[in-house]
C-alpha cells in the first residue's frame, strides 16, 4: 500500500511559478514510477507528468513540455512538479498517482492522492 499527499497548490498569476510535492508513505517508494496528473473545470482527468522509479526516464504531456519539470527524492519519499511561466489554462486540481510502469495512461497507475487546487490568474 502507498498513500500520497499533494502540497504546494495554490493561486498564482500567469507566468508564475509553483512547486507541487507529493509525499509518500511506505517504504517501497523508490520501486514505483511516479504521475502527475491534473483534471481542469468541466474537463476530463489528464496526464501531466511521468518519472520512473529510478527517475532516469522522464515524459510530459506536449502542452507542459518545457515548461513543468517532474523530479523525486527516493530518500524523502517525496516526487515534485516544478511548473513555471504558468497559464490560466493551467488553472486545475493536481493529482499524483504511483504504479508499476512509467506511463502515461491513468489505467497504468494504482494509487492516487487527493489532489492539490492550482489556479493560474489571467
Known amino acids: 500500500q502507498v498513500q500520497l499527499v499533494e502540497s504546494g497548490g495554490g493561486l498564482v498569476q500567469a507566468g508564475g511559478s509553483l512547486r507541487l510535492s507529493c509525499a509518500a508513505s511506505?517504504?517501497?517508494?523508490?520501486?514505483?514510477?511516479m504521475g502527475w496528473f491534473r483534471q481542469g473545470p468541466g474537463k476530463e482527468r489528464e496526464f501531466v507528468a511521468a518519472?520512473?522509479?529510478?527517475?532516469?526516464?522522464?515524459y510530459y504531456a506536449d502542452s507542459v513540455k518545457g515548461r513543468f519539470t517532474i523530479s523525486r527524492d527516493n530518500a524523502k519519499n517525496t516526487v515534485y512538479l516544478q511548473m513555471n511561466s504558468l497559464k490560466p489554462e493551467d488553472t486545475a486540481v493536481y493529482y499524483c498517482?504511483?504504479?508499476?510502469?512509467?506511463?502515461?495512461?491513468?489505467?497504468?497507475?494504482?494509487?492516487w492522492g487527493q489532489g492539490t487546487q492550482v489556479t493560474v490568474s489571467s
Open positions: 498517482a504511483a504504479g508499476l510502469v512509467t506511463d502515461m495512461a491513468q489505467r497504468a497507475y494504482d494509487y
Open positions: 511506505g517504504r517501497t517508494f523508490s520501486r514505483y514510477a
Open positions: 518519472i520512473s522509479w529510478s527517475g532516469g526516464r522522464t
